[in-house]
């Protein structure tokens, strides 16, 4: 039998795990749809215009990362809890197939059944306010325009991913922590790495963003389309070096 991935295994474990937490994950998804069906309400009740496609991608977007990553920062929680760990440690299933079944339940079921929870909700939201002469569009997810929003979803995600399994508490609180003081840094630093190639007093910028600086009038050096694709692109390659961070920091759990 194969020690790294048996499909026979492997989908024992995906039912094991399925069957202690369906309830956990049950609950956390109608705490969703009732975030998003009671503040979705209170948008459409609150303007008189329907909901543009850009304001429907911008509420996508904002509640995936967020509900999607705290929903990531406990798919390990087994593994902080002494009273857990030694079963999840000592089951019989590769550290590949238990990788395997969190990183499908934290990623990609994640994202299907979010987009349908969105999906469903969008219809309801669109017809329970009418605006006469005015026609409603609901968003498409599966334009290439939203790849972009799922590579950094997928970085977010492994980042998220590798804090669940480095902490054993407080897994998201933590997480985000470094990941903004770390994020800090790296602006401090383009701030100044950009201010001694270009010799001039330049504004805070996201890293490997733009450029803006002040001469006689305010100039932003924007990037082009390729390299705004370049970036999200790197983006998905960090995502691969987290995820991957991430499991053999599992490998390396003992007893």
């Known amino acids: 039998m194969n020690n790294i991935f048996n499909i026979n295994r492997f989908g024992r474990l995906f039912i094991k795990h399925t069957a202690e937490h369906y309830k956990g994950y049950l609950m956390s998804l109608s705490v969703l749809l009732g975030v998003m069906l009671l503040g979705g309400s209170f948008i459409v009740y609150m303007i008189e215009i329907p909901m543009e496609s850009n304001l429907q991608m911008a509420i996508f977007g904002m509640i995936l990362l967020l509900a999607g990553t705290m929903f990531t920062s406990t798919i390990f929680a087994d593994f902080g809890d002494k009273n857990k760990a030694m079963a999840a440690l000592t089951l019989p299933a590769s550290h590949f197939e238990k990788f395997l079944v969190a990183w499908l339940y934290s990623f990609g079921l994640f994202i299907v059944i979010y987009t349908t929870c969105f999906y469903l909700v969008m219809l309801f939201l669109v017809s329970i306010k009418h605006f006469p002469g005015q026609h409603e569009d609901i968003l498409n997810i599966f334009h290439r325009a939203w790849l972009p929003l799922y590579l950094l979803y997928a970085f977010l995600h492994s980042v998220a991913f590798c804090g669940a399994i480095f902490f054993k508490k407080l897994h998201f609180i933590k997480t985000a922590f470094i990941f903004f003081i770390g994020l800090a840094i790296l602006i401090v630093a383009n701030k100044g790495f950009q201010q001694i190639l270009l010799g001039k007093d330049v504004l805070m910028n996201i890293p490997f ?46 007893v």
């Open 209 to 254: 963003g733009g450029v803006r600086f002040t001469d006689n009038n305010k100039v932003d050096i924007n990037l082009t389309t390729t390299q705004e694709t370049n970036i999200f692109l790197l983006l998905g390659g960090l995502a691969l070096i987290f995820w991957t961070a991430a499991y053999f920091r599992l490998k390396e759990k003992q």
